[in-house]
């Protein structure tokens, strides 16, 4: 029980400031490509919207391994 407790933190503590990171990041991008044409538009937001779940991945895959 304590075992996965503390994966359940070490989780927290990788995702949540990779996504914090990852937002400022892709807002920065975003602001620069975005503005030209609006399915271009749609179409950078929509891959900066799933680009942040591969790398996530393993972290979860990790910590559901030993869940089960």
Known sequence: Y???R???F???LLIVPYLLI???IAI????QLTGWYWV????IYLIFGFLWIPPTIPIVNWL???ES
């Open 40 to 43: 271009i538009d749609t179409m």
């Open 28 to 31: 920065l991008i975003i602001d």
């Open 10 to 12: 070490l989780t927290s």
């Open 6 to 8: 503390w994966r359940h």
């Open 22 to 24: 990852y937002a400022v």
């Open 64 to 66: 559901a391994k030993k």
């Open 2 to 4: 304590k075992k996965m």
